[in-house]
Structure formats: C-alpha cells, structure tokens
C-alpha cells in the first residue's frame, strides 16, 4: 500500500523555523516527484512546493509566498521529503500535506497524499 | 499566476440526482486538470487527472470533461458518500494553482 506520513508539525513563535519529514513506503520512493500543500484552517487547498526526482535533476518550484524561505529536499535512501520552513509567519498557520505526483515529468497532479501535520504560528 | 474559479459556491442536490460542478482557467491549460475530492477532517483525494481520466478505483459515476479554460466534473446519481468538497487543480503552468473549491451539500 502506498503511504505518506508527515511529522513535524506543532506550535512555533512567528520567526522561527521548523522542519516537516513526509516518510513515504509502499513504492520506489525515488521514481516519483514529491511536493507539499497546505490548507490554512477552514480555507482551501494552497500549493507550496514541488521536488521533481533525481532522474529530472532534483530541482524544486515555490510559491511565491514562500520562495525564500521555505525549502523542500529529499533523501531517497530513507524514503523521505522534507520541508525546511524558516522566517515563519502567522499566515502560514496550516493544515501541511505531503503528496506524490505520480505521473511522469509534466504530471503535476498529486496522489496519494498524506494524513497532513498541523503547524500554528503565533507568540 | 493561473487563476482558477470554481462555481457555483455551494451546490445543493439530492441523493440520486445528477450534480455538475465547473471551472475555469484564467488562461489555457490546455487538459492539465485535475479534480480532488475532500471531506472533513480528511486530507484531499484523487479523482480525476488529465481534465477526463478517472483515478484508480473512482466510481464510474464520477467523470470529468472540458479543455483549454472550461472543466466540468459530474456526478451522475449522487451517493450518500459523495458530498464533499470539490476541487479544481491546474498543472499546466507554474504555479500550480487550485480552483477555491465547491461545497456539495445534500438537499
């Protein structure tokens, strides 16, 4: 079974920094692009970031809202992406989820995805 | 940056009954569309890519259609199960965007 587990999230002051660990099992982790969205609460769905494989060059595309601050990477031997987000802000308060584009290289729709990680920002 | 508007807000329809849900592009994304359904408390899913290709294990009743900058996804006889949020997802062009969702309530 495919599966996404994210960690990490929790309550941290606004200007601080947090790491999420999204560990991926049930299929070859490093075939796959991986990419991250976030869901403020009782809003909708907002596209963060995106990782493309090794095979593509590992590269990443950002929001505009947190390009420069937030950071994705992946560890292919541990079956894990993860998001480095630094200079928090209020605004980024969501609900995270870490999700697979399984298609190849401009397949940019995402599947399976994570049960998602809560990250508050406040003082 | 793609905008994606969803209409209408809120669909209100009966068990059984057909609902059709839309959306439209700012600009052309030619059929790099997607459709997620979620419910409460649970993370988004999967039910249609390419603008009209059904997900692994979605319901024949759900189909998509459209191209260019008019998608529609319709549920054919609504089941219990299906009322949800709906959203639109275009991967044409970076960023990637979402459609701010539809609400689909029971009537």
């Known amino acids: 079974e495919v599966q996404l587990v994210e960690s990490g999230g929790g309550l941290v002051q606004p200007g601080r920094s947090l790491r999420l660990s999204c560990t991926a099992s049930g299929f070859t982790f490093g075939d796959y692009a991986m990419s991250w969205v976030r869901q403020a609460p009782g809003k909708g769905l907002e596209w963060v970031g995106f990782?493309?494989?090794?095979?593509?060059?590992?590269?990443?595309e950002y929001a505009a809202s947190v390009k420069g601050r937030f950071t994705i990477s992946r560890d292919d031997s541990k079956s894990i992406a993860y998001l480095q987000m630094n200079s928090l802000k209020t605004e980024d308060t969501a609900v995270y989820y870490c999700t697979r584009a399984p298609g190849g290289y401009n397949s940019r729709w995402f599947d399976p995805w994570g049960q998602g990680t809560l990250v508050t920002v406040s003082s | 940056e793609i905008v994606m508007t969803q209409s209408p807000a809120t669909l209100s329809v009966s068990p059984g009954e057909r609902a059709t849900l839309s959306c439209r592009a700012s600009q052309s994304v030619s059929s790099n569309l997607a459709w997620y359904q979620q419910k409460p408390g649970q993370a988004p899913r999967l039910l249609i890519y390419g603008a009209s290709t059904r997900a692994t294990g979605i319901p024949a009743r759900f189909s998509g259609s459209g191209s260019g900058t008019e998608f529609t996804l319709t549920i054919s006889s609504l089941q219990s199960e299906d009322f949800a949020v709906y959203y639109c997802q275009q991967y044409n062009n970076w960023p990637i965007t979402f459609g701010q969702g539809t609400r689909l309530e029971i009537k």
């Open positions: 990782i493309r494989s090794k095979a593509y060059g590992g590269t990443t």
